[in-house]
């Protein structure tokens, strides 16, 4: 007699990269999130800490164009 669920009673034998990332074990499961949210904290960390480019000089003098009379 068989289970009610995805492949509920079948045991998968996975290799190579789909015996740590696979949607039908919770470790596997588990990693997916796991490398989903580093992804996302990596990309933040990125952004966040390059460097900024300088920002322009700021006109300390008062250059105007009016003549006094």
Same mark, same amino acid.
């Given at each position: @007699? =068989? @289970?009610?669920?995805?492949?509920?009673?079948?045991?998968?034998?996975?290799?190579?990269f789909?015996?740590?990332?696979?949607?039908?074990?919770?470790?596997? =499961? =588990?990693?997916?999130?796991?490398?989903?949210?580093?992804? #996302?904290?990596?990309?933040?960390? &990125? &952004?966040?800490? =390059?460097?900024?480019?300088?920002?322009?000089?700021? #006109?300390?003098?008062?250059?105007?164009?009016?003549?006094?009379?």
């Amino acid at each position: @007699m =068989r @289970m009610a669920g995805h492949d509920a009673g079948c045991q998968h034998q996975f290799t190579g990269f789909h015996k740590y990332f696979n949607a039908y074990t919770i470790t596997g =499961r =588990r990693n997916y999130v796991i490398a989903t949210y580093t992804g #996302i904290a990596a990309i933040y960390l &990125f &952004f966040k800490l =390059r460097s900024k480019e300088k920002a322009p000089a700021a #006109i300390t003098e008062n250059k105007c164009c009016v003549v006094p009379l």
